[in-house]
Structures are given as C-alpha cells and as structure tokens.
C-alpha cells in the first residue's frame, strides 16, 4: 500500500497522519494498536539498531545485500538494484570457493 502511493522523497507524505490513514484502509488492523504503537515510537530503537548496522557496513542506499558462505564468513556486499547477474556472479564463485575447499 506505501509503495503504491509512494510520493518523491522527503516530501512529507510519509507522515504519521498519512500513515494512520494508510492503516485505516487495512481490513482487521487495530488502529489504536497501530496509533499507540506509532506515537510512542515503540519499536524506534530496534529500527535504529537495524540502520546502525547497516550504516556499520557502509551501506547507504536500498536495497543493499550481504552475501556469505555457509558459516557467515567471506561477506562481499552487493549495493543497489542490481540485476539479477550481479547475484549470480557472487553465487556462483561463493560455491566455486567451497568446492574447492576454501568456502
């Protein structure tokens, strides 16, 4: 529903008014759930945490992706709508490298 009516950044309309109204279009949503849990910013620090990590692997832009091997290791970052051969290419080395032991 917000990428529907998604407005140029930074023009205001992602606003808590505006999204109360988004969240009254949602059939079985609690919307004084929903207004409770927006106007005390309830989860703001969890969110924060999230784009702290982010930021910590130089992320600035969505999408952004990790890539790793099985147990985490070896991360390589992939930044921005790529297509699809952009994931391709780091796939397929990430499982060239474990055939060969070193993944």
């Not at 999230?50 to 990790?66: M, R, Y």
């Amino acid at each position: 529903m917000l990428y529907g009516n998604q407005k140029q950044i930074d023009s205001g309309w992602v606003s808590n008014d505006n999204l109360k109204k988004f969240a009254l279009l949602i059939i079985g949503l609690d919307s004084q759930k929903f207004d409770s849990c927006l106007d005390t910013a309830k989860y703001n620090a969890f969110v924060q945490n999230d784009v702290n990590l982010a930021l910590s692997f130089g992320f600035k832009e969505t999408p952004s992706f990790i890539v790793v091997n099985n147990d985490g290791s070896n991360p390589e970052f992939l930044r921005g709508a790529l297509p699809f051969p952009s994931f391709e290419a780091v796939i397929d080395r990430k499982l060239s490298e474990r055939g060969n032991g070193s993944g």
